[in-house]
């Protein structure tokens, strides 16, 4: 099989600049340009069967050839933009910007849209004429842009694929599985942010502090059709996602001598996220893997089987054979998005060596694995070595079927006996526990509830360690080098998740599901290095 792939893309760009004088406390900036990108790709694969000649590798020395793949795009997009940047005394600036762009990927009667943006910054320090040498510097920070965004080629018009090999002889062309909105619209993210920044003690503790409010519109997205209409998935302007959260670093000069200096970094992120609208007539979707999005719930929030509980929380167990039942409705189990992450840098630097250490740690963030159930299940960790015991599930019995409720959903209900629940009394083996046994149950590993392939994603990681040599000035002047210098890194040298099995060893940064639009997703990959 060869396969030859061609990317190309061209770029031009042109704009004026005009500073005028205003006067000595005024500045002004202006500039108008235009831009012009495409990008344009052609894959083709061919295969050859049956080697004439052995130990030639040719597809001309083959008895059969044939085109097992032929595709091609291209995307262009021209843009107008404009801005004004103005700035007083040096310690007050005020931005304004706007563009224009014109796509090929989206209906001509959509494919013209304009985003315009405007930031504004205040050095109060500055303006004060503070001098101490505690507060160096302070500034405030505010802006709102919108952006746009066009569709991928091909994601705004039916696509028809040429097939030689046809009726009767004749080639044929046939339209593919996805339909499209003849009145697609562009994305729009639209963010207000507010920050500071502060300086202390002549710039050796300084500070940063963000928040911000993203709202992206008229998501762009392939909702799934039943296979009844004809197509497969249908490409509309899917809903609306809102994004807020807070950004905070801190620098800290701990030691600053000329042979020996010690810095520190530190940032905290946190982001909430979302899903506020879905395009009409749509309750929910998957978006990949086991990621779903529905109106008030996390964008990509993990969707499936719960055990059956009362409404105080208690398992409710099937008497027969001592396993919990599954509610028959799936439910929310997990929001793979992060509480939030920490990140703290230590640098050293004595004479011409440097050592940087960088810790990092992730709170929350659920995922789903395929890897920990089946081992689990399968016995073949030392979390469940003890094997001789038989077990209780904590929990209360329940009627054999499911009744309806309040809210017209079936569920199962607890057992009463003289108006009181009856504690489960009914033993497992470890087997059974770990790899559900036949008939109405399920427990918490293999053929168990998902949920219990849920875990969350908390970890705290030693992330990277450099150690670092500058070589001197007098070796590197003989190599007529400017600089210099040798370095040993290391990466992900150590990890600890305290709630995931602790024989699993498993490195919650994994996710062998490769989609753009999937998180927290485990379907069997192979342990990190």
């Given amino acids: 099989i060869e396969v030859v792939t061609r990317q190309q893309e061209l770029q031009s760009s042109l704009y004026l600049l005009y500073k005028p004088r205003i006067s000595d406390d005024w500045s002004l900036d202006l500039r108008i340009g235009n831009d012009i990108n495409e990008r344009s790709s052609r894959s083709q694969q061919v295969q050859g069967v049956n080697f004439v000649i052995p130990g030639i590798y040719n597809l001309t020395n083959t008895s059969t050839q044939r085109f097992s793949g032929d595709s091609r795009s291209k995307r262009r997009l021209v843009g107008y933009y404009a801005n004004a940047s103005f700035g007083f005394r040096n310690f007050a600036f005020l931005d304004l910007t706007g563009r224009n762009d014109l796509t090929s990927t989206l209906p001509y009667k959509n494919a013209s849209y304009f985003y315009p943006g405007v930031t504004t910054s205040f050095v109060y320090t500055d303006a004060i004429k503070l001098n101490s040498d505690i507060f160096t510097y302070g500034k405030i920070r505010a802006a709102y842009a919108q952006v746009g965004n066009d569709a991928a080629p091909g994601n705004s018009e039916p696509i028809f694929g040429l097939n030689s090999a046809g009726f009767q002889g004749q080639s044929l062309a046939s339209r593919g599985s996805s339909n499209y909105d003849p009145d697609l619209t562009p994305e729009f993210t639209q963010e207000l942010e507010l920050g500071s920044e502060m300086r202390f003690f002549g710039g050796r503790v300084m500070t940063e502090l963000t928040w911000y409010d993203k709202k992206s519109t008229n998501l762009i997205y392939a909702i799934g059709l039943p296979q009844t209409t004809g197509f497969s998935s249908f490409y509309t302007n899917l809903g609306e996602v809102r994004n807020t959260g807070w950004e905070a670093a801190v620098d800290l000069k701990i030691v600053d001598k000329t042979d020996f200096q010690w810095n520190v970094r530190g940032i905290f992120t946190k982001n909430k996220n979302t899903v506020e609208k879905l395009v009409p007539g749509l309750t929910r979707d998957i978006i ?54 920490i990140g703290i840098t230590n640098r050293f630097a004595y004479k011409a060596f ?10 929350g963030g659920d995922f789903y694995t395929e890897t920990i159930n089946s081992m689990l299940g399968r016995g073949v960790t030392k979390d469940n070595e003890d094997r001789e015991k038989n077990r209780v599930v904590d929990g209360v019995y329940g009627s054999a079927t499911p009744v309806p409720g309040k809210d017209g959903l079936n569920r199962y209900v607890p057992l009463l006996v003289n108006g009181q629940m009856v504690p489960n009394q009914t033993r497992m083996t470890t087997n059974d526990l770990y790899f559900s046994p036949a008939g109405t149950g399920a427990t918490f590993a293999t053929n168990g509830a998902f949920e219990y392939s849920v875990f969350d994603g908390t970890v705290y990681r030693l992330r990277e360690i450099v150690l670092a040599y500058n070589l001197s000035p007098s070796l590197i002047k003989k190599l007529k080098l400017s600089a210099a210098t040798l370095s040993f890194s290391g990466r992900n040298l150590w990890f600890w998740a305290p709630n995931v099995p602790k024989s699993s060893r498993w490195d919650t940064d994994n996710n062998s599901v490769v989609n753009a639009n999937t998180q927290g997703n485990d379907n069997g990959g192979a342990p990190s290095t």
Avoid: C, H
């Avoid at 940087?356 to 992730?362: A, E, I, K, R």
């Fill in 288 to 341: 990949g893997g086991y990621n779903w999005i529905e109106p008030g719930f996390p964008y990509g929030y993990l969707r499936g089987s719960r055990s059956a509980r009362t409404d105080d929380g208690r398992l409710i167990i099937n008497p027969s054979n001592g396993a919990p039942f599954v509610d028959p409705n799936p439910q929310m189990v997990g929001d793979p998005n992060a509480d939030y992450k």
């Fill in 354 to 363: 440097e050592l940087s250490v960088l810790w990092d740690m992730t709170k």
